[in-house]
């Protein structure tokens, strides 16, 4: 087993050489955040895009789709800026791309990623065949939802008794929280159990959501710069589905030429997240257009200007077009690049960083949107005996 084998089957990721880009398997990533949970790769990737058969089919279907297509629409002016931004990414995607298919030794570990825990091992309560998941877009447009709250069951932990010589006793801690534009907060050192609307969720150690919609994201800048964040991801599915809606365009406007510049963000790389299949091929074409295979990360500091030159020259200076290849996910759940991120953070310490358009929790950053306990739902954890 080569060494960069074996470092990434430890930490979930793997590092090619001479590139900007690396390839991560979230389920490893993700299960260094928590203590007494397991993320379930099954329940991670249950499509995974493995079955050549399946993929044979999905061609034959696409061939017939061609047919009966509409000849191709001139596009519009957001369209035509989204296409600019392909034509300068492509180089760099494609030769991330060739990377993973000369990195044999890691195509080798790809096919078995859904299968390398014990398949013996049941999820038990984690399972829940036949609950539909929560509609949190849904929820936060409702009347009741200021009324909407989460329970936090923070774990037993070792408290000495007040008189001298009793046994240590055991206590558990039971927090009732607003859920919707409300900032919750799991400061400990462990994970959380949850519950909400009679559905179980998992917070990870040291991290906090705050779930509204677009028209509070203001709310999550302090005034005061000194208790701002140090890095702001934004993380959108900017150019998939269907492009021709203009609001995927309008929001990218949005949060360049409006957010950034309100909250004092200096806008500072974009990242790529390139989806590929467990054979090493990509999902789709790359340059088709609707459903391209990759999305985009913006990256920006915020409150610059109060970091002291000490701290500026301890931090690596971030390079644009950096490329995260990985297996997508359930509802294209994007791999989790917090910890990737932490090199490039400037300012305060601890660091605070902030995930806007979140769909789940890392340890350190605060997580923004209309779903940030999407995939935290206990369906997606195996309890660690």
């Not at 596009?75 to 030769?95: I, M, V």
């Not at 179980?200 to 705050?210: A, D, Q």
């Amino acid at each position: 087993m080569s060494d960069k084998r074996s470092t990434f089957l430890e930490s979930g990721i793997y590092r090619f050489e001479n590139s900007n880009a690396v390839f991560i398997d979230p389920v490893r990533v993700l299960n260094r955040y928590y203590t007494r949970f397991r993320v379930s790769p099954s329940a991670y990737y249950p499509r995974f895009f493995e079955s050549k058969q399946e993929s044979r089919v999905s061609s034959s279907t696409s061939r017939k789709r061609k047919r009966k297509e509409k000849k191709p629409q001139a596009l519009n002016d957001r369209e035509k800026a989204a296409e600019r931004r392909h034509q300068e990414a492509r180089p760099l995607l494609l030769k991330a791309h060739e990377c993973l298919l000369r990195a044999t030794d890691l195509l080798e570990v790809m096919s078995n990623l859904r299968r390398d825990f014990d398949s013996s091992r049941e999820c038990g309560d984690s399972s829940l065949p036949g609950v539909p998941q929560q509609s949190f877009v849904e929820l936060g447009r409702v009347w009741q939802t200021p009324f909407y709250e989460i329970t936090l069951n923070f774990h037993q932990h070792a408290k000495p008794n007040i008189d001298e010589g009793s046994p240590i006793m055991q206590y558990r801690e039971e927090r009732v929280l607003p859920v919707f534009n409300n900032l919750v907060l799991n400061e400990t050192s462990d994970d959380v159990e949850a519950e909400f609307l009679d559905s179980p969720y998992v917070m990870p150690r040291e991290s906090c959501f705050y779930m509204s919609d677009i028209g509070q994201i203001h709310n999550l800048i302090p005034a005061e710069s000194g208790r701002g964040f140090n890095l702001i991801v934004v993380d959108p599915p900017w150019e998939n589905g269907s492009a021709r809606q203009k609001s995927r365009e309008k929001l990218r406007d949005f949060v360049e030429k409006e957010l950034f510049p309100t909250w004092g963000v200096r806008y500072v790389a974009t990242f790529y997240w390139l989806k590929v299949k467990a054979d090493g091929s990509l999902i789709n074409d790359l340059d088709l257009f609707h459903h391209r295979p990759y999305e985009c990360l913006i990256l920006g500091y915020c409150h610059r200007e109060s970091v002291d030159s000490e701290c500026l020259l301890k931090f690596k200076h971030v390079q644009d077009g950096q490329i995260i290849v990985s297996i997508p996910g359930d509802y294209s759940r994007k791999p989790p690049i917090g910890g990737l991120l932490l090199e490039y953070v400037p300012g305060f310490n601890p660091t605070r960083c902030l995930e806007l358009f979140a769909r789940e929790m890392i340890p350190g950053w605060t997580s923004w949107g209309n779903e940030p306990l999407r995939f935290q739902e206990l369906r997606y954890f195996i309890r660690d005996r």
